[in-house]
């Protein structure tokens, strides 16, 4: 089993910056990758970014430029550096690690933390 817990929301102008962060405890070892998502009311939640072990990272076009996200193994924690936020970035942001199953990969979700950006 794998826990992660989030913090670094808030409320933020448009145009600021928030970072996030999430710290992983139990079988950390077993961790391949961790992301961060976030859901919009309304909407479906989605992937924002993520890295892998081997630092290999994925960001989605939108929040390309002004989202950054970096890890640190020995503290078992991903970041999200979040800059220039607009209103569109607003939504609870989740943090994920995903381990290797027998037969798929095993999803773990923090409990969520929001960040909302006036205009």
């Known amino acids: 089993q794998v826990q992660l817990v989030e913090s670094g929301g808030g409320l933020v102008q448009s145009g600021g910056s928030l970072r996030l962060s999430c710290v992983a405890s139990g079988r950390t070892f077993s961790i391949y990758l961790m992301a961060w998502y976030r859901q919009a009311p309304g909407r479906q939640r989605e992937l924002v970014a993520s890295i892998t072990n081997r630092n290999e990272v994925n960001v989605t076009d939108s929040v390309k430029g002004r989202f950054t996200i970096s890890r640190d193994t020995g503290e078992n924690t991903a970041l999200l550096q979040m800059n220039s936020l607009k209103p569109e970035d607003t939504g609870v942001y989740y943090c994920?690690?995903?381990?290797?199953?027998?037969?798929?990969?095993?999803?773990?979700w923090g409990q969520g933390t929001q960040v909302t950006v006036s205009s």
């Open positions: 994920n690690a995903q381990t290797r199953g027998w037969t798929a990969p095993i999803d773990y």
